[in-house]
C-alpha cells in the first residue's frame, strides 16, 4: 500500500503562486519570512480563554446571530484531515421548544501560532453560523470580520505547505513579550 501524498494545502491558487511557495520551501526562505511576518504567539491557550475570545469577536460582528454553547481547542483535529476547525449546529426538541446547540471547536495546533492565523479562523468559523457554504457571501462575511482574511488564509496555507514538506513547527514554545 502506498503512503498518501501529503494535502495540497495550496490547491485552487493559481500555478505560479504555489510554484513560488515551493520554492521558498525548497530554498528554506519561507520559514524565515513568516517569522520575520508573523514574529509572536498569541496568549489564547486555554479552553476558557478561547471561549471569550470568540464571543468577543461575535459581540464585535454578528452580535444578532445565535448563542456558542461551546468553544474549544480539539486536539483530535488534525490539520492533516483538512479539518483546521470545526462548526455544528444541533437542533433538538425540549417539550415544545426546539433548541439549538451551536459548538466551534478549533484545531490544538493553533494554541501556539500568531494571533492574526488565531483571528482567521475564528473569523472562518464564526462566518459558519450565518453562512454554512463557503459561498461568496460567506467571504464576504470573513471580509467583513477580518479585512486581511485572504492573505492571513494564504499564508496559513503556505505554512502549513510548509509543515507537509518536513518542516519544523515554527512558532511552538515561544511566547510573545
Not at 433548541?99 to 500568531?114: G, H, Y
Amino acid at each position: 500500500m502506498q503512503p498518501k501524498p501529503p494535502p495540497n494545502y495550496l490547491a485552487g491558487y493559481p500555478a505560479a503562486l504555489t510554484e513560488q511557495v515551493q520554492h521558498l520551501i525548497a530554498q528554506g526562505l519561507l520559514a524565515d519570512m513568516l517569522l520575520k511576518k508573523y514574529p509572536h504567539t498569541h496568549e489564547v491557550r486555554t479552553d476558557k480563554a478561547l471561549y471569550d475570545y470568540v464571543l468577543e469577536c461575535k459581540a464585535r460582528h454578528l452580535r444578532n446571530a445565535g448563542q456558542l454553547s461551546r468553544v474549544a481547542y480539539d486536539s483530535k483535529l488534525h490539520v492533516i484531515h483538512n479539518a483546521l476547525g470545526t462548526h455544528s449546529r444541533i437542533s433538538r426538541v425540549q417539550g415544545a421548544n426546539l433548541k439549538t446547540s451551536r459548538e466551534i471547536k478549533i484545531a490544538a495546533v493553533f494554541k501556539e501560532m500568531p494571533p492574526e492565523f488565531l483571528r482567521m479562523i475564528v473569523v472562518h468559523e464564526l462566518a459558519h453560523i450565518k453562512e454554512r457554504e463557503h459561498n461568496k457571501a460567506f467571504y464576504q462575511l470573513c471580509l467583513h470580520m477580518e479585512p486581511d482574511y485572504h492573505q492571513l488564509e494564504f499564508d496559513l496555507r503556505a505554512y502549513l505547505s510548509y509543515l507537509a514538506a518536513g518542516g519544523t513547527p515554527l512558532w511552538s514554545g515561544t511566547q510573545e513579550e
